[in-house]
C-alpha cells in the first residue's frame, strides 16, 4: 500500500467538463503536492499546502483550482481544460517542509483532455 | 541555480549485467540527494538518499549510490539488474530554500530497459 492515495486511476474529459482529482494520504504527514508529469519533461510542482494551508502557486493557470480541506486531504478542481492540460497527475506528501523529508507519492491520475 | 542534470535519457542492460545510471548536481553547499524510481503506471518510490557522512548509501531493492563531492554527482549502481528493475529513474536534490520547487528539484528521469 502506498501510503498515498489518488483517484480516480484514469480520467477523460473534454474540455467543458468539471472533474476533481482526489488525493488521501494516511501517513500522518503535514504538507501535500501536486505534480504535473508530462512526456519528456521534468515534473512540475503545481500547488504545495503545509498545514491546510497554501504556500506555493507556480503560476498554474486558473482552470486548475486547488483545495485542501484538512492534512489528510487534496484536490484538483478541473474546468475548461485544454488538450495540453493531458498528462499524469501526481499527488506527493511529506512530514514537513524540512529539505530532508522525502517526498511519498501516490499513483497518479492519468488526465486525458478531448 | 541549483539543477539536476541526468545525461542518460534511456538505457538498456542485460539482465544479470550491472547498472549505473549517472546524476550531477549544482548546489552551492551540501546538497541532500535522493534517487526515485517509477515503475509504469505508478508513482514514484524513495530508493535512497544521503544527507551526510558515509559517501557510500544503500536503498532498497539492492540499489547503492556513492555520493563524490569533487565530482558533484550522485550516481545510483546495482551489481546485478533484474527484469523488474525496468522503470524510470528519478535523481533529485532538495531545494535551498524549500519554496517555489517545492522541496525537491528533479532530474528529467533516466529510463531503463532490461534485455533478457
Known amino acids: 500500500e502506498t501510503g498515498v492515495t489518488q483517484t480516480p486511476r484514469h480520467l477523460v474529459m473534454g474540455m467543458t467538463n468539471k472533474k476533481s482529482l482526489k488525493c488521501e494520504q494516511h501517513l500522518g504527514h503535514n504538507a501535500m503536492y501536486w505534480y504535473k508529469q508530462s512526456a519528456k519533461k521534468p515534473l512540475e510542482l503545481m500547488f504545495v499546502?503545509?498545514?491546510?494551508?497554501?504556500?506555493e502557486n507556480n503560476s498554474v493557470p486558473s482552470r486548475f483550482s486547488p483545495e485542501c480541506p484538512n492534512s489528510s486531504h487534496l484536490f484538483l478542481h478541473l474546468h475548461t481544460l485544454q488538450p495540453e492540460d493531458s498528462a499524469l497527475y501526481l499527488c506527493?506528501?511529506?512530514?514537513?517542509?524540512?529539505?530532508?523529508?522525502?517526498?511519498?507519492f501516490g499513483n497518479g491520475t492519468r488526465l486525458t483532455v478531448t | 541555480a541549483q539543477s539536476v542534470t541526468q545525461p542518460d535519457i534511456h538505457i538498456t542492460v542485460s539482465e544479470g549485467a550491472s547498472l549505473e545510471l549517472r546524476c550531477n548536481y549544482s548546489y552551492g553547499a551540501t546538497p541532500y540527494l535522493f534517487w526515485y524510481v517509477q515503475s509504469p503506471g505508478q508513482g514514484l518510490q524513495l530508493l535512497l538518499k544521503?544527507?551526510?557522512?558515509?559517501?557510500l548509501v544503500q536503498g532498497i531493492k539492492g540499489f547503492e549510490a556513492e555520493f563524490k563531492r569533487s565530482q558533484s554527482s550522485f550516481n545510483l549502481r546495482k551489481p546485478s539488474v533484474h527484469w523488474s528493475d525496468a522503470a524510470e529513474y528519478f535523481c533529485?536534490?532538495?531545494?535551498?530554500?524549500?519554496?517555489?520547487?517545492?522541496?525537491?528539484?528533479f532530474g528529467k528521469g533516466t529510463k531503463l530497459s532490461v534485455k533478457p
Open positions: 499546502y503545509n498545514f491546510k494551508e497554501q504556500t
Open positions: 506527493a506528501s511529506s512530514q514537513d517542509r524540512d529539505r530532508r523529508s522525502p517526498l511519498h
Open positions: 544521503y544527507f551526510s557522512g558515509d559517501t
Open positions: 533529485a536534490v532538495a531545494a535551498l530554500p524549500a519554496g517555489s520547487q517545492g522541496n525537491l528539484i
